[in-house]
């Protein structure tokens, strides 16, 4: 059975105040028994009964009753989520919240809450999507915390490869538009601000990590950057010709330990 589509309030009143409408055009006597919630709509609209109502009234009021079923529906779904929630934070075990809705195990409990829970967020009852979900959260929250742990230690890398990079630009060896280092000096800019003979992308990386570091924006995507910035560099025919102890190479071997701590870690 498809899900249905969901319904607005914007929606659902709007169904409401058309069956109002036609009751009120046709002088129906009883349209004071009608009310303004969508369940006294809809057991108004199947009670009513066809004495005193036209049947294109009838048939349009049942049209409308399906678009606040429809709401109810959903309306119902996140009443059961909250519910089976609420009974977990109050204490309830998994049996004792399944026992009324006919299940019997605590795996068909928790089931029932991760499909509650896809298709609330994601409009598909498939509780695969919130353990994924789920997941990658935890993983992400576990990245984000060692990197927030290790801050200092993490600019500090970042600070070193952003100074070696304006160092070496101001040697000449490499002409292009690097962003400003910690210290803030901001070497010649190329026309094109990539750097001769590395990939396409490689001034983009530079000025994506400059930015974080300058704002402490330090993220799991700052490390990603850092290695991609750190791999064009190491490759490049004018670092390869630097002597083995440039503090660029340096800084270089700082940056993939500080990235294999943080794999480790994570």
């Known amino acids: 059975m498809a899900t249905p589509p969901r319904i607005t309030t914007a929606e659902r009143d709007a169904a409401i105040a058309r069956i109002a409408r036609r009751h009120a055009r046709i002088d129906d006597v009883r349209s004071s028994e009608l009310g303004t919630e ?154 094109d601000g990539q750097l001769p003979g590395a990939g396409p992308g490689a001034g983009d990386w530079l000025d994506e990590l400059a930015a974080d570091y300058a704002s402490d924006a330090l993220s799991p995507a700052t490390l990603a950057v850092a290695g991609l910035v750190a791999a064009e560099l190491r490759t490049h025919p004018a670092v390869l010709a630097l002597d083995p102890r440039h503090r660029l190479h340096t800084a270089l071997r700082e940056v993939e330990a500080l990235r294999a701590r943080y794999a480790g870690a994570v």
């Open 38 to 191: 969508p369940r006294d709509v809809i057991a108004y609209a199947l009670n009513r009964g066809p004495a005193g109502v036209p049947r294109w009234v009838a048939a349009a009021d049942h049209a409308d009753a399906l678009v606040l079923m429809t709401w109810c529906w959903w309306e119902d779904r996140r009443r059961e989520r909250r519910l089976l929630r609420q009974g977990r934070q109050l204490g309830l075990s998994l049996a004792e919240l399944g026992a009324p809705l006919g299940i019997t195990t605590r795996q068909g409990v928790q089931d029932r809450l991760d499909r509650l829970d896809a298709l609330l967020e994601y409009d598909r009852p498939d509780e695969q999507l919130t353990r994924t979900a789920r997941r990658e959260a935890r993983t992400r929250d576990a990245r984000q915390g060692w990197i927030d742990h290790h801050r200092d230690t993490v600019r500090a890398v970042l600070a070193g490869l952003l100074a070696q990079a304006r160092r070496l630009l101001d040697t000449d060896l490499l002409d292009t538009d690097l962003p400003a280092a910690p210290d803030g000096h901001r070497p010649r800019a190329d026309t």
